[in-house]
Nanobody, 124 residues
Framework: VQLQASGGGLVQPGGSLRLSCAAS????????MGWFRQAPEKEREFVAA????????LYADSVKGRFTISRENAKKTMYLQMNSLKPEDTAVYYC??????????????????WGQGTQVTVSS
């Protein structure tokens, strides 16, 4: 499975961005998909995850109410709509997937496949 994240860029505080993660390879490896981010000199942190059907989602408290995760299985693509962006959202955003169902676990080592990351910078 290969994952390709895109859609990052420079945006002003309060602005919006939509990230995409396009997958290739076995769809069986895309049961759960998620987004993580890593700011300079910080650990990689969980942002959001979504179940196969899209009916279940998890969010980090820091993004709840501002970010929305979604997916289109027919296109093997996942999205992250980011609204009301803050400077502290600045990071490299990574998409990830695993063949196992969504659980409450939010650690990066629970995901098997990773994209290359896309930079999001929130600054005036």
């Amino acid at each position: 499975v290969q994952l390709q994240a895109s859609g990052g860029g420079l945006v002003q505080p309060g602005g919006s961005l939509r990230l995409s993660c396009a997958a290739s390879g076995s769809i069986l490896s895309l049961n759960t998909m998620g987004w993580f981010r890593q700011a300079p000199e910080k650990e990689r942190e969980f942002v959001a995850a979504i179940s196969w059907s899209g009916g279940s989602t998890l969010y980090a408290d820091s993004v709840k109410g501002r970010f929305t995760i979604s997916r289109e299985n027919a296109k093997k693509t996942m999205y992250l709509q980011m609204n009301s962006l803050k400077p502290e959202d600045t990071a490299v955003y990574y998409c990830a997937s695993r063949p196992r169902p969504l659980t409450a676990t939010r650690t990066s080592n629970e995901f098997d496949y990773w994209g290359q990351g896309t930079q999001v910078t929130v600054s005036s």
